[in-house]
């Protein structure tokens, strides 16, 4: 049980695909999400985690899905996510899986009139 001053979060990241770590940290109220990411790592955080904090600002920070700053201050029961960049646009890949998978075939254009064009 945290005393008056201080405040449960839990911190989550994924260093790759299909890979997710959560952390549970206690901070002090007041604290800022750069601020609870520097305990972490002074309280010696998985490797997964960056190990140089000067890599942390390209990362995007996020409480429960949504975009913060590294200034933001932490309320109890947040959750405190860390994204990496995408590799890939999602559109760009849902563009190359709909190719893979042919006009045709799939989803709205099944089923078609004759002598129409594909995807019309």
């Not at 940290?25 to 790592?41: D, F, H, N, R, Y």
């Not at 960049?85 to 089923?111: C, E, H, S, W």
Request: positive net charge.
């Amino acid at each position: 049980m945290p005393d008056s001053g201080s405040l449960n979060i839990f911190v989550c990241w994924s260093p790759q695909p299909r890979q997710v770590f959560e952390c549970p940290l206690e901070v002090p109220v007041g604290s800022t999400v750069k601020s609870a990411i520097e305990q972490l790592m002074a309280a010696g955080a998985p490797e997964a985690l960056p190990a140089d904090l000067a890599k942390l600002p390209f990362m995007q920070p996020g409480i429960w899905g949504r975009k913060v700053t590294w200034g933001h201050r932490l309320q109890a029961g947040d959750r405190l996510e860390l994204y990496r960049d995408l590799k890939v646009d999602p559109k760009v890949a849902r563009r190359q899986r709909f190719k893979r998978q042919g006009k045709g075939r799939t989803g709205l254009f099944a089923n078609r009139k004759s002598g129409v064009a594909a995807g019309y």
